[in-house]
């Protein structure tokens, strides 16, 4: 069984490397938007070394890091549960002996895995070059960024799957797609670090799922965690990890029972 | 007057598009709020950590990014070329409309648009507006239409490269993501300019002007001695990049042979 999986990510890794043109585009756009939010933060330090207990290398290592990880983390899984709702294949999909949504988000991590091998680590290795930012040496911080961005993987997928779903009861969805990206970028902490934001507003993030997807793992590589700060977090992820599964079981339960195939 | 005509006519038949699809519209319009928010709240937090950004107070800068929100909801609204090559080119739509009498862009534009993004401007006066309110501006009796001016120059320069970069299409019907890549770009020129290192200030000046979208006829509104020189050349800057991308676009038609048989 888990061979048909991974098969599944060589598959979806071999079409991208077939669709070459997509990535180079993409690596552009990652280091344009790299590009701008180094600059914007570097304006804002100004003079100062530190602000809000963040030294301005810190910070561009965060940049850095933090859109390197959405190279990884980031998947069009909502995008393609929405389409092959809507055209109706997912009926086709549905008779197929193995757990659709688990086909999906082994797809995406197929992609995620090229993306990481072919775009994120060589570009790391160049932004470094180019931008004056600091990445730690020693192993243990590496392995928990390693894990971190893993469950960073998961999260970010499970909220896509879910506004995925939400296609069996919205006709059309592409509003929600589009909205759910746009926030998901503010409230991951991919933007703006989460604890800069004002206070309120960082205890409210605290308690949602978001900061799994990007403030977790690009503050562990950046800034250094203590050890027990570390678990912290890894612990809150982890646990949305477990969590998420419970609506998109009974998403997945429900949208089942009421599928309706348009013009089947 | 034909073209008018025409416009009056497409306007309505979009309306009824979507006017069958209303919680659509909705939605439409409430993530492209949302959208406009998300970069608000940027500025923002970032102010909440410092009193200014190269120089520009908090004020200013959200005066900026409430500007550059008018000429960019008119390149929204009417320059939705993103799926050009897949629609027009590989699906063959291109061959209908050079049959037809009226100019050829014309018509993909009148086919493509959608004229609610118009209501980023809405947005970018409320933004404006309470960022004036904050500030003390001298405005002058001459503003108003160097306003106009400058919304016409910045939505010019955007409609003109990406006009240029559709008509990419027409020459060869594989596929670029080069629209992708300039809408990111286009993201530079919401902020002040002097954020940037040198090079990307003069990339952004002289080889894709998008800072004449937004910073320079933006900051040049809330003082007059700053960057004039730049902000008065906008439409000019607006009227070559647009002439630019009809040219290439009316040559790549006398080119273009159709992609099946």
Redesign the interface.
Known sequence: MLNTYLELIRIRFLMMLAYRVNYYSGMIIYSLNIGVYYFLWMAIYGENSTVNGTTAVQMATYVAVAWMSRAFYFNNLDREIAEEIRDGTVAVQLIRPYHYLLVKCFQGLGEGLFRLLLFSVPGLVIVSLVFPIHLPTDAGRWLGFVISLIFAFVINSQINVLTGLMAFFILNNTGLIRAKRVLVDLLSGLIIPIHFFPEWAGRVLSYLPFQGISYVPSTILSRGLPMEELFRYLGIQLLWGILLWIPIQLLWMTARRRLIVQGG | MFHVKLFFHYFMQYLKIRMA?RS?FL??L??DL??QA?NL??IL??F???T???GWTREEVIFIYGYFLVPFSFFSAFFNLWDFNERYIIKGELDRVLTRPAHSLYQVILETMTPESLTGAVTGFMVMGWAVKEMEVDFSWYDPFLFILFVAGGAAIYAGIYILLTSISLYSDS????Q??MY??G??GR?PIN???RV?QLVLTWVIPFAFVGFYPASFLLDKERWMTFALLTPLVGAVWLMLGVAVWNRGIRNYRGAGN
């Open positions: 699809y659509d939605v439409q409430a993530t949302l959208f998300v709240v940027f937090v970032v909440s950590h410092t200014e950004l190269s596929k670029t993501d080069i992708p890549i990111n770009v993201n530079y902020y954020v940037y290192n990307i």
